[in-house]
């Protein structure tokens, strides 16, 4: 069974640092892994998405890694805005789409002006 | 326009009573999922449906039954609605084919009084 883990819970920094949001699981036989932003009140927004051939994928200020050897992805945020604060969710597609994604429990992001 | 849209997106019912969430997705995927986002966040596969296939996930009790009229809906239906199942409902879509992203609704938040 799929179990993805993500660290920190919580997160605080100054606009403008660069920072790292980490996220592993225990079954290495995915078929990509997502990542999402989700908003207080509001649905998830898909960040990047990573097929299980490739090692990292990036969108403006964003760039997501991915070692599934070693169960591992990250999140890379460059230059962070107050706008970036929100919860960053790793979601796992280990059944090619049938069984539903496999969730952390998500990073709350909170970037000081 | 939007790609999958949930009514209500607000839904306070008494324990015991009979509801139905709505899902409509404007993407012409093939496969939908119902999740579950519970009070700590943790979000969790429910259903997933493709091509009248439906897989169930174990833990869900089959007071909750997905309905699907055409490939664009896909509804939730629950019944004697208890105080556990206050959460919110997030419904989602894919291609179905391995890699495809998914594309999450707004959420349905459920209190049960």
């Known amino acids: 069974k799929q179990e993805v883990t993500q660290i920190p819970a919580a997160l605080s920094v100054p606009e403008g640092e660069n920072l790292v949001l980490n996220c592993s699981f225990t079954?290495?036989?995915?078929?990509?892994l997502q990542w999402f932003r989700q908003d207080p009140g509001k649905g998830l927004t898909s960040l990047l998405l990573?097929?299980?051939?490739?090692r990292e994928q990036t969108s403006g200020r964003l760039n997501a890694s991915l070692d599934k050897s070693s169960g591992r992805s990250t999140l890379y945020i460059a230059a962070s805005q107050p706008g970036d604060s929100a919860t960053y969710l790793c979601?796992?597609?280990?059944?090619?789409?049938?069984?539903?994604?496999?969730f952390g429990k998500g990073t709350h992001l909170i970037i000081q002006p | 326009d939007t790609a999958v849209s949930q009514t209500p997106k607000y839904l306070v019912t008494q324990m015991g009573n009979d509801k139905s969430i709505k899902c409509e997705q404007n993407l012409g995927h093939d496969t939908m999922y119902w999740y579950k986002q519970d009070s700590k966040k943790f979000l969790k596969i429910m259903f997933s449906y493709n091509n009248k296939e439906l897989i169930i996930n174990e833990t869900v009790p089959n007071r909750f039954s997905p309905k699907s009229p055409d490939k664009a809906h896909l509804n939730l239906h629950i019944n004697s609605l208890e105080l556990g199942d206050s959460a919110v409902y997030f419904c989602?879509?894919?291609?179905?084919?391995?890699?495809?992203?998914?594309?999450f609704g707004d959420g349905t938040r459920l209190s049960i009084l």
């Open positions: 990573i097929q299980s051939s490739q």
């Open positions: 079954d290495s036989a995915i078929y990509n």
């Open positions: 979601a796992l597609d280990s059944g090619g789409g049938a069984d539903g994604l496999t």
């Open positions: 989602a879509s894919s291609g179905g084919a391995q890699g495809q992203p998914q594309h």
